[in-house]
């Protein structure tokens, strides 16, 4: 499951979040995210890290490394993906938000000082004196003069030909980690002119990069640790090699050692004493995924997603846990009850949070549940959480700060979606169909019935005796559960994408359908279901849920959608808010809408106007954005196609293909435009001039005013 998951993040980060804007829908409150990145510094004689959490950043004390604490922190605008501290000052890589200059002097109160607004999303950052160079993403490498921390100017850029994911400086050189394109040297002499002095192209996908004397050492993925010797810079050669067991996404170099930060595979210490035969000398297999690593002394300093891990590195060969910093895990799901929040993460995290005061969610409980958490759902006292391979899990939250687990079930399948009714759990488990489990006795659950659809149970919901199951790839099917132990289909509808989640409201289901957006399907006759209309959402729609007349769609990199339904065969996009993470999964209770938002924790959210839970006056017409994405033509297409979009104000724009794993393949508009209407061409190459293989792939717009994206195929 570590494989599958990381694959899936990979693929996410690559796409890149989008711009963090909203229409008609406000932040309350937020959660610390995820621990992705981490940097050492000392200062007055005391020791710190500094770590992100999805948009926040915190100072640890890590004096007593058995014991490290809590000091300041500050939420910024962005996803916080790299940190680089030089003197007094924290430098952020913050994804859209672009790079953040945070004043750390003093530990327990950080404060941002001056921001740049890089063109592209902000992946690494490194400094030297006066100078912060920043790997941009599909933008790639932008110069900014820094000695002014409170107004920083870009002096110039180098638009790499991949995704600059990571860089490090050493003299007259910037060396990009630059994802498809591998390493890449810049030559900085000049930063206002910076040139390209040579490159090195990976096997794999150059992710990060940590550079000591005559070498580069690149973290490659799923290729490993490759050492470069950049001793010509103009003529780079690999002299050495260690593909570890993991996908290796950041490296810190200190003496004879690299250490690789190797995501499902932990930390990786490797003996690079002889560059040529490089050799591990030592692991330390952390729980979670390892995305970056910092090193000081005899300590390794590792983010691992829900912990920064603290190991002890003197002796290599045997590098053990000292100490740990609690972050939050990759939150999937969420629910609701009363005043309190109960949210689940993908490394088997159940969190339970007070909303009393949504602007300040405050965390009562916290548990590991066995398996991978995709779902919750609440019945009364209990949780009941759907845990991947391990199934059912049932959790007592009668006490808020004593969490415990009841009992569970051990499904057949892949436990992805669950939902109540009555004395039984329906689980959607995955290939396994759907699986009904009596909970009467909540320390003993047994199955009493099970349907197995055709397709990947995803989600489920319940409306009288039928059971409504998002079933991937075949779309909607229609359970008829009136006798639980011997459940029947009795329709199906096939939606375009693939159905991941479901709700169902009066004589509608609405399905969250991935890439294919919110489709709204009639069951008013269970057994001959046909869609009423659709709202193609910019992102890839993973859940939904429905209060009044505004259906809530969490959907992904695009965020919140709130869609008014009131009428279904016209449904018109009345609000959107732009998270920092990836919205997976979403709750709504009274005027709030919480959202987890993946690696950047849960947000409360707050729709106004048109998007507000309010009912609109009946005779108040419901706004919708000009930003159009056009369908491209030709489509199919062999040669090129054009791609008309309209763009309802001016300002930044990002136009790209991905394929259909995520993956950046070429960037068609980086930059400012007017608003108006505007057309690219795309020739069907990647970003290196090659052509692109016959298959789907993505084109997504991305602009201050939202975005949206479209389906292209290409044919060979």
């Not at 499902?264 to 690079?272: D, K, W």
């Not at 969190?351 to 300040?360: F, G």
């Not at 435009?673 to 190459?685: E, K, L, M, V, Y």
Request: aromatic share 10%.
């Amino acid at each position: 499951m570590k494989h599958f998951l990381v694959i899936l993040l990979l693929a996410a980060s690559a796409a890149g979040a989008l711009a963090q804007d909203s229409s008609n829908v406000r932040t309350i409150g937020q959660t610390n995210g995820s621990c992705q990145a981490v940097a050492f510094f000392s200062a007055s004689g005391n020791s710190y890290t500094i770590i992100g959490m999805g948009t926040t950043l915190k100072i640890i004390d890590v004096n007593s490394p058995s014991s490290p604490g809590g000091m300041g922190q500050i939420t910024l605008p962005g996803r916080i993906k790299d940190i680089a501290v030089f003197g007094s000052y924290a430098y952020v890589a913050d994804a859209d938000a672009g790079l953040r200059i945070i004043n750390i002097s003093n530990p327990a109160s950080p404060t941002q000082v001056g921001y740049y607004d890089t063109p592209g999303s902000a992946n690494g950052v490194s400094v030297s004196v006066g100078y912060a160079f920043v790997a941009d993403g599909s933008s790639g490498l932008r110069i900014i003069n820094v000695s002014n921390p409170a107004s920083p100017t870009q002096v110039g850029y180098y638009n790499t030909p991949g995704n600059a994911y990571s860089v490090a400086v050493s003299g007259n050189y910037a060396y990009v980690a630059d994802y498809t394109a591998g390493l890449r040297i810049i030559n900085i002499s000049d930063p206002a002119h910076p040139t390209e002095a040579g490159y090195y192209d990976t096997p794999g996908y150059a992710y990060g990069v940590a550079v000591s004397g005559s070498y580069a050492y690149v973290a490659d993925g799923n290729a490993g640790l490759r050492i470069i010797n950049i001793n010509n810079p103009s003529a780079p050669t690999e002299v050495g090699y260690f593909d570890t067991p993991g996908s290796a996404y950041g490296v810190a170099v200190s003496g004879s050692y690299a250490y690789v930060a190797d995501t499902y595979s932990g930390l990786r210490i490797i003996n690079i004493s002889n560059p040529a035969n490089p050799t591990q000398t030592g692991y330390y297999d952390t729980p979670g995924y390892a995305y970056d690593v910092a090193v000081s002394g005899s300590y390794a300093y590792v983010a691992d997603e829900n912990t920064m891990k603290i190991s002890n590195i003197g002796n290599p060969a045997s590098p053990s846990e000292v100490g740990s910093y609690n972050c939050m895990d990759q939150l999937w799901g969420i629910a609701i009850s009363g005043s309190w929040a109960i949210v689940t993460g993908w490394f088997g995290a159940l969190y339970m949070y007070n909303i009393s005061t949504p602007s300040s969610p405050l965390l009562t409980g916290f548990m590991n549940t066995s398996g991978t958490a995709y779902s919750v759902a609440v019945s009364g006292s209990y949780a009941y959480v759907a845990d991947g391979g391990a199934g059912l899990r049932i959790i007592n939250i009668s006490n808020p700060y004593n969490l415990t687990q009841t009992g569970y079930y051990d499904t057949p399948g892949t436990a992805l979606g669950v939902t109540v009714s009555g004395i039984y759990a329906y689980v959607a488990d995955g290939a396994a169909g759907l699986r009904i489990i009596n909970v009467s006795n909540p320390s003993n659950p047994t199955e009493t019935g099970h349907y197995d659809t055709p397709g990947n149970a995803c989600g489920v919901a319940i409306l009288s005796s039928y059971a409504f199951v998002a079933d991937g790839a075949t779309g909607l099917r229609i359970i008829n559960i009136s006798n639980p132990s011997s459940p029947t289909e009795v329709g199906s509808y096939d939606t375009p994408g693939d159905a991941y989640g479901v709700a169902v409201s009066g004589s509608y289901a609405y399905v969250a359908d991935l890439y294919a957006g919110l489709r709204i399907i009639n069951i008013s006759n269970p057994y001959f279901p046909t869609e009423t209309s659709y709202f193609d959402t910019p992102g890839r729609a993973y859940n939904v849920k429905i209060l009044g007349n505004f259906a809530y769609v969490a959907d992904d990199d695009a965020g919140l959608r709130i869609i008014n339904i009131s009428n279904p065969a016209s449904p018109i996009g009345v609000g959107y808010y732009n998270t920092p993470g990836n919205a997976l999964g979403v709750a709504v209770s009274g005027s709030y809408a919480y959202v987890a938002d993946g690696d950047c924790g849960f947000r409360v959210l707050q729709g106004y106007g048109p998007a507000g839970v309010e009912e609109p006056a009946s005779n108040t017409e419901l706004p919708e954005s000009d930003l159009r994405l056009e369908a491209n033509h030709p489509n199919p297409f062999q040669g090129s196609t054009a791609i008309d979009y309209q763009l309802p104000q001016g300002g930044k724009v990002n136009l790209s293909v991905y394929n259909i794993t995520g993956q950046l393949v070429a960037t068609l508009v980086e930059g400012q435009q007017p608003a108006g209407r505007h057309r690219t061409i795309w020739d069907g190459r990647d970003s290196q001039g090659i052509p692109v293989a016959g298959g789907v792939y993505l084109c997504r717009l991305k602009t201050i005013s939202g975005a949206a994206v479209r389906k292209m195929t290409v044919l060979r």
